[in-house]
């Protein structure tokens, strides 16, 4: 458990996420999936079912190369984030980084603060040399906050989204520890 201070004063707990609060990870990605186009889901989207969500979270918790945050304020979620790693020998070296906040703790430099413990714990963890992650290729602020940390661009994935009539490229970007 880590505690976090934004821009505006407001303390953040960021923590391993746990079994029990899975109903809430569905129901916080369930809404934030209506705050934004540059999810991989819209909103009410998230259909995981309770149980498989806990088996995930679970699990996931006992791998050396992956993990589950959440951040909170007031033991309410405002941000989720990950770097899930196959446990295959051959990729286990490479961690995927997702990352999702509310709408309204963009700004407050949160997803920095995660983005940097994220990346200690990658580099501690004795496992992981490659973080990857995708973003929408008009994602602008998340992209300049990416590079900002030290990702690269390793390529373009042309029209990976299908949103309200409009196709959308996707970037692949990595970080090399």
């Known amino acids: 458990m880590k505690k976090l201070s934004l821009k505006n004063k407001q303390e953040v707990i960021l923590r391993e996420a746990k079994k029990e609060d899975a109903q809430s990870m569905i129901d916080f990605y369930n809404l934030v999936g209506g705050e934004t186009d540059f999810l991989s889901f819209g909103k009410n989207e998230f259909k995981m079912p309770l149980k498989d969500y806990e088996k995930l979270i679970e699990s996931t918790a006992t791998e050396n190369n992956s993990i589950i945050l959440v951040a909170t304020i007031e033991d309410k979620i405002i941000s989720i984030a990950s770097i899930t790693s196959n446990q295959k020998a051959r990729y286990k070296h490479v961690g995927t980084f997702g990352i999702v906040i509310s709408e309204q703790f963009c700004g407050l430099g949160l997803g ?58 996707t970037v692949m970007m990595s970080l090399i520890l």
């Open 112 to 169: 920095r603060k995660i983005m940097d413990y994220l990346i200690e714990w990658a580099n501690s963890n004795g496992v992981t040399k490659k973080i990857s992650l995708v973003t929408r290729e008009d994602n602008d602020r998340a992209i300049a906050l990416y590079k900002k940390v030290g990702f690269e661009e390793e390529g373009i994935l042309k029209k990976e989204n299908y949103i309200n009539g409009v196709y959308y490229n």
